[in-house]
């Protein structure tokens, strides 16, 4: 069990550029959740995925922010254009699709807007 | 989901163990109670959950109160390698339901 991967594990950018998170969950997940942390904000759900479907995305902070699961084994956090304070540690996370399993992390994607 | 209330931090000696509470006061009775931990930097780590039953794995024990309206985690023998920030956190059932991150308790092991 590779666990859930996570690419690129550091992404320095310049303000007003795109950024692409990318995370691959655990074979035979079907739950994927994106989480923030930050110093500030501490851990916060942004959005999750059930069956590649969006089900609740009220975390994702503004139209800058997307998420896309095109398949069960894949998924993307875009930002565009990023901003300084998009700064922070961005996790994902995936279950399997029994009621109350829990979630399993990702070591997360630092990322650093200047 | 129920809002939990954990002391920002705790010391423990190491090899002794570690008790952290929780409080959930307004839990509703499909609710769980999962605890966390994230060390420094890393992704974090399911310990362990329960509904009203005492559990107990290879990691730790989850002590459920009665009414269960609050919560032990218990590390029987703590190392230096389970100092962490622990999460306590009430989650409804079912994979639709968010799992909602809070402040934590900060737990120090001390040689």
């Known amino acids: 069990d590779a666990g859930v991967i996570q690419s690129p594990r550091h992404e320095v950018t310049e303000m007003g550029q795109e950024v692409t998170l990318r995370c691959k969950p655990i074979?035979?997940?079907?739950?994927l959740f994106w989480y923030r942390q930050t110093m500030m904000r501490g851990l916060e759900l942004l959005i999750y995925?059930?069956?590649?479907?969006?089900?609740?995305d009220s975390g994702m902070p503004e139209d800058r922010f997307s998420a896309k699961m095109p398949n069960a084994s894949f998924s993307t956090l875009k930002i565009q254009p990023s901003e300084p304070r998009d700064s922070a540690v961005y996790f994902c996370?995936?279950?399997?699709?029994?009621?109350?399993?829990?979630?399993?992390f990702g070591n997360g994607t630092r990322l650093t807007v200047t | 989901d129920a809002k939990t209330t954990q002391p920002p931090s705790m010391d423990c000696a190491e090899g002794r163990a570690a008790n952290l509470p929780c409080n959930h006061s307004?839990?509703?009775?499909?609710?769980?109670v999962y605890w966390y931990r994230q060390i420094h930097s890393q992704g974090p780590q399911y310990i362990i959950h329960?509904?009203?039953n005492n559990e107990t794995n290879e990691m730790a024990s989850l002590i459920i109160t009665e009414d269960r309206k609050s919560s032990t985690l218990i590390l029987p023998h703590a190392t230096l390698r389970d100092t962490a920030v622990y999460y306590c956190?009430?989650?409804?059932?079912?994979?639709?339901?968010?799992?909602?991150f809070g402040e934590g308790t900060q737990l120090t092991v001390n040689p």
């Open positions: 996370a995936s279950t399997v699709g029994r009621t109350n399993s829990p979630l399993h």
């Open positions: 074979s035979g997940h079907n739950s």
């Open positions: 995925f059930n069956n590649n479907v969006p089900i609740d």
């Open positions: 307004t839990i509703s009775g499909n609710e769980y």
């Open positions: 329960g509904l009203k």
């Open positions: 956190i009430v989650r409804g059932p079912g994979n639709r339901s968010r799992l909602t």
